[in-house]
């Protein structure tokens, strides 16, 4: 095992479950915008979203249709376990979205709150479309109801770690998903 397995009490969901979801959201997404000539705008949302948009955008890569790749980077839980529901941008987007059609591609609804404000701010840009993949959504978490298109996995409300999620910005290279042991709360 590597280091971070002692850390972790029990998996959520594992590394060929992962593969193998991305692989089912992107032949959907794929299929959706099969008709899109100007090509799909994936907006990768940092830091969290950065293993799934790397593996959903190879995913893509495959069957098309072609497409740009952007970031932002946005932060509403600082180094708690609960989202302050206040949202700040780190970084925005580098290139104009007008007219475009945009995927937005984010590891985990949990609140809802990141997302509404983040659809908000991407419709006020006057995107074409505007649509939200995320590999998990905590459906007992949900305080704002945020259309989300394509889903990956529903997970129980607890706290969760790896392929991006962090604790205190710790164990987003976990290639699973996971719940910590408790005295890893305790030491922090
Ligand atoms: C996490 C996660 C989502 C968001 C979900 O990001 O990656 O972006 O919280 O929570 P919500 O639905 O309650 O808003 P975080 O703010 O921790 O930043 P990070 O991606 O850099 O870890
Ligand atoms: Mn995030
Ligand atoms: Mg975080």
Redesign the pocket.
């Known amino acids: 095992g590597s280091w971070y397995d002692a850390d972790i009490d029990h998996v959520i969901i594992s590394e060929a479950q992962i593969r193998e979801k991305t692989a089912e959201l992107a032949k959907q997404v794929s299929a959706d915008y099969a008709g899109v000539t100007d090509g799909l705008l994936l907006v990768c ?5 950065v293993m799934f948009m790397a593996d959903f955008a190879r995913a893509l890569g495959r069957q098309g249709p072609p497409v740009e790749l952007d970031f932002m980077a946005i ?3 600082g180094q708690g376990t609960t ?1 302050s529901g206040v949202v700040r941008i780190l970084k925005d987007l580098d290139r104009d979205i007008a007219g475009r059609h945009v995927v937005v591609v ?10 509404s404000w983040l659809l908000r701010y991407l419709e006020s840009r006057s995107a074409a479309s505007v649509e939200v993949v995320a590999l998990f959504r905590k459906p007992d978490a949900v305080k704002v109801t945020v259309p989300v298109k394509y889903v990956g996995f529903d997970i129980p409300t607890e706290f969760v770690v790896g392929y991006g ?2 604790f205190g910005e710790r164990y987003r290279e976990l290639p699973y998903v996971g719940v910590l042991k408790p005295e890893v709360y305790a030491r922090a």
């Open positions: 949302v940092l830091k969290g979203a932060s509403s839980y989202s984010e590891d985990i609804v949990d609140s809802g709150l990141t997302l999620l962090d």
